[in-house]
């Protein structure tokens, strides 16, 4: 019987599901439509037939130490999903009890960016690090903070909503409900909403004015700019320019040894991570300069969502195991 | 025997210390001349045998736990004071290390607000609290984090250092080298330079336009604007508007239940509470609208220090205790 943990990472279109061994291998995954049933029982039906279907598969036999979800709108302490808009499933979904009535083995959930940070401690670049801050950056700007070897949950388990810190409070509307919130300049909607408003501003010509802003995407950008295309180039600088300055303010929170950046925009490489670093370093006080490492994830690959999901497991499994001796 | 705890507060120009019981009473209190000695040997012998006169003064036999000291420019982790500007004792002083030696007890050093932020979780009003923002506004701006029940000290034992997130990048030119820090605008300093500002750019009479700057003190900003001066109004309500915007950052952070403010300026009770709230919550985006606290601190007399202090020997007796069960 080998020891192995279950990830699962909930998304909009697409539920992620796989098996890790204890070396942090993804052994078997597979995915499922998240929006096939209207009845979330039935969906979690399915999953965990899909999950003992993927454990069949293998050869072996497998001890299953637990289960770490990672979705939208998840609640660690409640072990609930709570009102997500992009999910068809309405209300409080107390997906913990659900889950764990099904396989008897502890579970455990938060939302992606969490995940992707304790995904990082546990299997990636942030292996033996005790204080660091995540960002991921996709349609939207999430981030997970790890202080003391912990994740921060706050008093209602929703902390660490960096996308939401103010950035101009006379700035770009938020789908939030506030106005100037970070990730309305950084992520992949963020750089769309700055190409746009460089072309309304500048007149040099760009290869980006023949793209409508639905498809736009940060891969065109990224390209463009790597070709030399002003346009694009000045939208990289700004966005590292807004989130370097932020990040300043992060580190006078939590002095973490490093901040990642995972996702999408983070794949442009020096075009963001340059301004990133430049403008974090000026806005830092003197005795942070020079020591906060910007970093890519270790995790950028399919499986990071699932590596996440289940570190959960592992990070629980740690902590049990240290109180009790 | 009773178990006792004793709290050191080293300031720049007093030291304070105490003999605390467990019920959090201070037994025995006062203090000495922090620069009265070159050499910080010679201090701390005039410091400890200090302590032993009063644990004599007091009739009963005492038994000391740990010692906790507050002091600025403290290192939680290496156990130093380094390179404090505001006292004799220059590079580097293993304080920590002298004191333990001389009295083989336990001996924790923190900031003066990390110090702050304990007291209030062990002896005032954040008792049974385990996420909350501690806010200390003196001549700057001190603060200290609580996650998860712990203070944060981050990577390297500078977390929490509030009055350096930038507010204006092109403000106000603050101490620490950077510009536009949030305590060049809330604290002593900062709300004298608002009143500083606002009586150069308007013309409205003030009982202020009288007093230099030097003479200017909180208590006469309070008084004044108690007795309706525009100017001192005024000052009040910019100061809580740029507390109240950045501390909704703080909030997207850490997600506290609450956040204390402590210190000179907070005694201005509803002139600085009102306008601090009702800007934290303009800031704040919407699941945490009408959720986080602002409190004055529990512990706002003279013996606040000894009891920041000392509270750093209970939570960590508190903590041992806990591991070892």
């Known amino acids: 019987m080998k020891d192995v943990t279950v990830g699962i990472d909930i998304g909009g279109t697409n539920t992620k599901f796989g ?10 995954q597979s995915k499922l439509p998240t929006q096939r049933h209207a009845d979330f029982k039935d969906y979690i039906k399915e999953l965990g037939t899909a999950i003992r279907q993927g454990l ?9 130490q637990g289960i770490g979800v990672g979705a939208p709108n998840a609640n660690y302490f409640r072990g609930t999903i709570e009102h997500a808009p992009n999910l068809v499933w ?8 659900i889950i764990q009535k099904d396989f008897n083995v502890p579970v455990i959930i938060t939302n992606d960016a969490n995940a992707a940070a304790m995904g ?21 700007l999430g981030s997970g903070i790890v202080s003391n070897g912990e994740l921060i949950y706050g008093f209602e388990g929703f902390a660490a909503e960096l996308g939401h810190v103010t950035v101009n409070p006379n700035g770009r509307h938020c789908g ?3 106005v100037g919130c970070l990730e309305t ?8 909403r700055t190409v746009y ?14 793209i409508s802003f639905h498809d ?25 320019k807004i989130l370097g300055s932020k990040l300043a303010d992060s580190v006078a929170h939590t002095n973490p040894e490093a901040i990642f950046i995972f996702g999408g925009l983070s794949l442009a490489g020096d075009l963001i991570f340059t301004p990133t670093k430049k403008y974090l370093e000026a806005n830092l006080m003197p005795i942070y300069k020079n020591k906060v490492k910007v970093l890519p994830s270790g995790l950028q690959n399919q499986s990071a969502p699932i590596l996440g999901a289940s570190s959960l497991v592992v990070d629980y499994l740690n902590k049990k195991s240290s109180v009790s001796i």
């Open 19 to 28: 098996i890790v061994d204890s070396e942090g291998q993804v052994i078997y």
């Open 56 to 64: 069949a598969q293998t050869k072996e036999n497998y001890n299953i």
């Open 90 to 97: 309405k209300g409080i979904i107390p997906i913990v009890e």
């Open 120 to 140: 990082e401690m546990i299997y990636g670049n942030a292996k033996g690090m005790r204080d660091f801050i995540m960002i991921t950056l996709g349609t939207g």
């Open 176 to 178: 939030c409900g506030k």
């Open 185 to 192: 300049y950084v992520s992949a909607t963020g750089i769309k």
């Open 197 to 210: 408003k460089l072309l309304a501003d500048y007149i040099e010509e760009s290869e980006l004015r023949g």
């Open 216 to 240: 736009l995407s940060t891969k065109m950008i990224t390209e463009a700019a790597l070709r030399g295309d002003l346009v694009a180039k000045a939208a990289f600088e700004y966005t590292g």
